[in-house]
């Protein structure tokens, strides 16, 4: 890795201590009710990463954008480096680094006519600003690249030039939003690493994350939910007050442990419990104990994922309505419902999917985990007869779907990314026409929707426009929109990325209790969180898949404690062997 | 004005310029576009009626009816087929096949030795496309009327061709009433209408979409160089769509260009300014492409084709739709592009026009100025 150690960051003079401050800052958009931000009280030191964390739509960039001078405050007012952040906001822009979600790159200029360009914006030149580039290139391990354009770098590489353009002029604050979405996790690393270094030369930087397991790497966070400040401080003072309430439940026979977690679930004591891998993960209610339950329990280290659980008063129960009213579906369970033989995809000469193959058994939970790029959507894409593959087979319940197209459609289920509802269309709009293009006509149909009305609660938004529904509900929404034909099997694409862990929650008891039912369930998801909930899962890099097993075989194969290191390693462990062959 | 501050401005029109050359569909709006609807005015669109299909029954036998019939065969204007009966050419004038039919009656001689010329023959128009139906009405006529002088001449009854006074039209500034001379002047406002606006409404907009536009405005660039850096580079692409328009009507179409190039450089400029800004409004309010697209059309496009004078006479319009033509900057750059063509550099015309498009581009700029502020809300 090119950001060990000896790798010296790129600047060195002391700063003040108090870099900005937030106090009680309200901000509310026009013809939206609850305001972005609520009553907001803040510091951030210089010398510190303070991470601002919460799901989309908790405020994170408004809260970026108020610092960055960029959003006036509807009350209360923001000082940073000194300045009003409303009446000094040009000689705040003087002094800060911003990175836009996105990276704020131009993708058709190349690496070096980026750096120009805001070096010429920020007044870098000369002597300084050769220095710079080559301080800026070297930092970031773009000095090969400088020719290529923006946008044929790839996600981690983008993210580093943003950050080098962010870093020009060397800003007392740095404010990063989402840096690390769309980038693998190798990347991510290194740049948790680089900007250790920004920060131990005492400039402060506000790193702004939905991943939850961030959170723990900052030395200060900011917790954010629906515009409330809910944690202000070290990530570990939080995650403090569930220590020895997080209990790792193992043993439990492997067809059991959803049913397991559903009536632990249902006990007082127990305020949250997810699948991880082959156990169980519980939180227990302050001053209760651990109800005896079938394998063996062990007390944990508490993540903050835990303690932000514990903070919001616990998760959703573990009962399914929507798995409640349905049939279960009878088969074989040995029998595999889908399969992939040799799926070769190629977009001219680029090979997003290179010889794929799985199985996947009924009532199984399958993911394929990747980062942004690796070809798992291709390989997603082809399993459910949106794409044609080039090469090899796509069957699902036996039916292929090159010839059986519509016949094998109609057993899947289908749930896009970010929800694709017709955000203009009400609630009951949308239901109406899933059901129709699903083919669910006449006495079918009314009693699918008012089923799903029923179990998902949907009533009191049935007239509302699906685009401004509650986060909660679009999800319930389009759960429903993908379940209402009874689908044997559940294409989920990223089907939480951003969601709130409540709201998260309370999806997986839903297709927990598919599952038992007999549901065969398909996921992509580039968040380690999520795979955990599988039974097995497929690593893909590079259009290839490089591993496949459970969460934990995969763990104990490259020796890892997470399923992230597991991840880097076997990616490592790809590329080595690539370079070599 | 600070080294700082022209420093930045520099960067921005430099970044733009690179993007211009990286970016095909720039360069397409710029001279692809400017080019392909200079052939669609120019070889498309015309007022001339030439070639109309008209059908020539003739019921009489007689030489003078023949010889009438020659000189409809003969005149430009005319596509001529001769039958016999009307009913022969009756489906096809239903049809639209035919624009219009020349009777000559049986009686032809008898009535025009009475001296009754007017009722002589009888013309029947396609009165579905009125426009035409006036053209074969008016042309069958002076055909008609042609062909009565010269048959006087042939008779040895020059009384008739030479009357006491005789009137001989001469058209200034197109002597041959060619409307593509008319026309193409007027379609290079509508053009650079399209491309000034459209090429400024996209950029903008892509830079809003892609997120660059929230990294520009967090660094200490200003509202004038952020403005001066998005117009320069524009400017310069519209005044080379604006060449190509020009060179193209000139050589290809032998349009006159009787003013001067100074003249020509200075009014288009004010007019492109004026355009740029409405595009940087319409995209730093919808913040979208795909909308600032559509937004650039229907208020920069359609009005300018519509209520410039281009194609619709403004004098023919009623009076509140008139004085909304003041507002559209096409009007101005129309009549000045007419002017500077066809009649040279007029400063009757040209300054009243210009002093128009002067105060039209600086409200825009203002409007523009004002929009734009570094702020996202």
Not at chain 1, 548 to 567: H, I, N, Q, R, V
Request: glycine share 8%; charged share 20%; proline share 5%.
């Amino acid at each position: 890795m090119p950001f060990g150690r000896e790798c010296r960051s790129p600047f060195t003079y002391p700063m003040p201590d108090l870099l900005a401050s937030v106090e009680s800052v309200t901000k509310r958009f026009p013809n939206i009710d609850s305001p972005a931000l609520d009553k907001i009280t803040a510091v951030i030191r210089s010398g510190e990463i303070c991470g601002l964390v919460g799901a989309d739509g908790a405020g994170k960039t408004t809260l970026l954008r108020l610092l960055a001078g960029l959003l006036e405050p509807s009350e209360g007012a923001i000082t940073v480096t000194g300045l009003n952040s409303v009446k000094e906001s040009d000689a705040i822009h003087e002094r800060i680094g911003y990175m836009p979600q996105r990276f704020g790159l131009y993708e058709d200029l190349t690496v070096i006519e980026n750096l120009r360009l805001y070096a010429d914006l920020r007044g870098v030149v000369g002597d300084e600003r050769s220095e710079a580039f080559e301080r800026l290139l070297r930092f970031t391990d773009l000095a090969r690249f400088t020719k290529r354009l923006a946008g044929a770098l790839s996600g981690g590489m983008k993210q580093k030039l943003g950050l080098a353009c962010a870093l020009i002029r060397k800003p007392q604050l740095l404010l990063l939003d989402e840096p690390s979405v769309g980038v693998d996790p190798i990347s991510r690393r290194e740049l948790w690493t680089m900007v250790g270094d920004l920060v131990d030369d005492g400039i402060g930087v506000v790193w702004s994350t939905a991943y939850l397991d961030e959170a723990e790497l900052c030395d200060t966070v900011l917790l954010l939910n629906e515009g409330q400040l809910l944690h202000d401080g070290k990530p570990s003072e939080l995650t403090k007050q569930v220590k020895g309430r997080v209990f790792l439940v193992s043993g439990i026979e492997e067809n059991q442990r959803r049913h397991v977690l559903a009536q632990t679930l249902r006990k007082k004591a127990v305020i949250d419990g997810v699948i991880q891998g082959k156990s169980l993960r519980l939180l227990v209610k302050k001053g209760e104990t651990l109800p005896s339950l079938p394998g063996t329990a062990q007390s944990t280290t508490p993540r903050f994922e835990d303690a932000f659980i514990d903070r919001l008063g616990g998760g959703p129960g573990g009962d399914s309505a929507l798995a409640a009213q349905m049939d279960p579906i009878s088969g074989d369970k040995n029998v595999p419902v889908i399969e992939a033989t040799t799926l070769t995809k190629k977009f001219g000469s680029f090979i997003a999917s290179d010889n794929v193959s799985f199985e996947v058994r009924r009532g199984e939970v399958f993911g394929l985990l990747g980062p942004n790029g690796a070809g798992k959507s291709t390989a997603f894409k082809m399993m459910c007869g949106l794409l044609q593959p080039t090469s090899g087979q796509a069957k699902v319940t036996g039916l292929d779907l090159k010839t059986a197209t519509s016949k094998a459609r109609s057993k899947i289920g289908y749930m896009a990314q970010k929800f694709s509802l017709y955000g203009d269309l009400s609630v009951r709009q949308n239901l109406d026409f899933f059901a129709g293009i699903y083919g669910l006509t006449g006495g079918r149909k009314r009693s699918a929707i008012e089923t799903m009305i029923e179990t998902f609660s949907l009533q009191a938004y049935l007239k509302t426009s699906a685009a401004v529904l509650p986060l909660g509900f679009k999800q319930r929404l389009a759960l429903s929109c993908a379940v209402m034909h009874e689908p044997a099997v559940l294409f989920l694409d990223e089907p939480t990325s951003g969601v709130d862990p409540l709201t998260r929650r309370e999806f997986w008891t839903h297709i927990n209790g598919l599952v038992e039912k007999g549901v065969t369930i398909m996921v992509t998801t580039h968040f380690m969180d999520e795979a955990e909930y599988c039974d097995r899962i497929a690593l893909v890099f590079r259009g290839r898949v490089i591993a496949t097993g459970s969460p934990d075989e995969l763990k104990s194969e490259s020796d890892a404690a997470s399923l992230e290191d597991a991840f880097i390693g076997l990616i490592e462990r790809e590329t080595k062997e690539g370079t070599a062959a | 004005m600070n080294t700082d501050s022209l420093r930045r401005m520099r960067g921005l029109i430099r970044k733009e310029m690179a993007q211009v050359v990286r970016d095909p569909s720039s360069i397409l709006i710029a001279f692809v576009l400017p080019a392909v609807l200079l052939f669609l005015f120019g070889y498309g669109v015309s007022l001339d009626a030439n070639h109309i299909r008209v059908g020539v029954v003739l019921e009489s036998t007689s030489p003078e009816a023949q010889s009438l019939s020659a000189a409809f065969q003969n005149s430009r204007y005319f596509d001529v087929r001769v039958g016999r009966d009307r009913r022969e050419f009756e489906e096809e004038l239903v049809a639209g096949k035919l624009r219009g039919m020349v009777v000559v009656p049986a009686n032809f001689n008898e009535t025009l030795r009475n001296g009754e010329a007017s009722t002589a023959i009888q013309v029947i128009a396609d009165g579905s496309e009125p426009n035409t139906a006036n053209f074969v009405h008016n042309y069958v006529q002076g055909t008609f009327s042609n062909w009565l002088v010269q048959q006087s001449f042939d008779a040895g009854r020059p009384e008739v061709a030479t009357p006491s006074v005789s009137i001989e039209p001469r058209v200034w500034f197109n002597p041959e009433l060619r409307s593509s001379w008319i026309l193409l002047p007027g379609s290079i406002a509508i053009i650079m209408t399209i491309i000034g606006t459209l090429l400024t409404a996209l950029v903008v907009a892509r830079e809003w979409e892609r997120g660059t536009m929230e990294a520009l405005i967090a660094t200490p660039i200003g509202i004038v160089e952020l403005l001066v850096g998005k117009l320069t580079p524009y400017y310069l692409l519209g005044m080379g769509s604006m060449a190509v328009c020009v060179i193209t009507s000139v050589t290809l179409f032998d349009v006159p260009f009787r003013g001067s190039v100074l003249a020509l450089v200075l009014i288009s400029s004010v007019f492109l300014l004026a355009m740029l800004a409405l595009g940087m409004l319409i995209s730093t309010v919808s913040k979208n492409q795909f909308v600032a697209a559509q937004i650039a059309l229907i208020v920069g496009f359609l009005p300018a084709f519509l209520l410039s004078g281009f194609v619709f006479e403004i004098s023919s319009m009623p009076l509140p739709i008139q004085i909304l033509t003041r507002l559209i900057p096409a009007r101005y750059f129309v009549t000045c592009l007419q002017t500077i063509f066809l009649a040279g550099d007029i400063p009757s015309v040209l300054v009243p026009n210009t002093l128009a498009l002067c105060a039209i581009a600086t409200v825009l700029m203002l409007l523009v100025a004002k929009k734009t502020n570094k702020r996202l809300d």
